[in-house]
């Protein structure tokens, strides 16, 4: 592996990008919980509807704004609060894991990899049950971080167990 001057290798640099990318997600995650919580179903449905309208009069079988019609044509106020709950704290769970990696917590990177793991199994379900490229595409870079996250658990495990030379008796 290539390294640079600094001595970290492109994969290092590729971890902490990662890492950060999923501490934006969780930050996106929890402003879509908070104004889940703040917003009526009825003003979601609204502001879909005004913002597909003019797509949809020039294309009335445009995928994109039909999907998104449909899914908050029928949203409930409980499925609102399952949604915000949701998404509240998923968020706060990538937070402070892609925080405390970052930091290199050494008891925060087998809670990624399990955390990973199980929205992995269920973002397999959702694909298998209703196909999107978009699932596909979150769910393998979801197995990337898993990898790379393990990889470098191993590593610092590895330097943290190895003793340091001045713990070595003389010779």
């Known amino acids: 592996m290539r390294t640079n001057q600094s001595g970290t290798t492109l994969l290092d640099r590729t971890f902490r ?10 930050v996106l995650e929890l402003i879509g919980g908070i ?3 703040l917003v009526t179903p009825q003003q979601i449905g609204d502001l879909v509807r005004s913002l597909t309208q003019h797509e949809l009069a020039q294309d009335p079988h445009d995928f994109v704004a039909n999907s998104l019609l449909h899914a908050t044509s029928n949203l409930s106020g409980s499925a609102s609060l399952f949604g915000a709950v949701y998404l509240l704290l998923h968020g706060l769970v990538k937070i402070v894991l892609a925080w405390a990696v970052l930091k290199d917590k050494l008891w925060a990177y087998p809670w ?3 955390f990973l793991l199980v ?14 490229w978009g699932m596909v595409l979150l769910t393998a870079f979801d ?3 898993v990898w790379i996250t393990a990889r470098e658990y191993r ?3 590895a330097r943290i167990q190895q003793p340091s030379p001045a713990s070595q008796p003389a010779d």
């Open 17 to 26: 990008v990662s890492l950060v990318l999923k501490g934006l997600d969780g």
């Open 35 to 37: 104004l889940l919580l």
């Open 112 to 114: 990624m990899i399990a």
């Open 119 to 132: 929205f992995i199994l269920y973002q397999g379900y959702k694909i298998a049950v209703a196909f999107s």
């Open 143 to 145: 197995i990337f971080i």
């Open 155 to 157: 590593i610092h495990k």
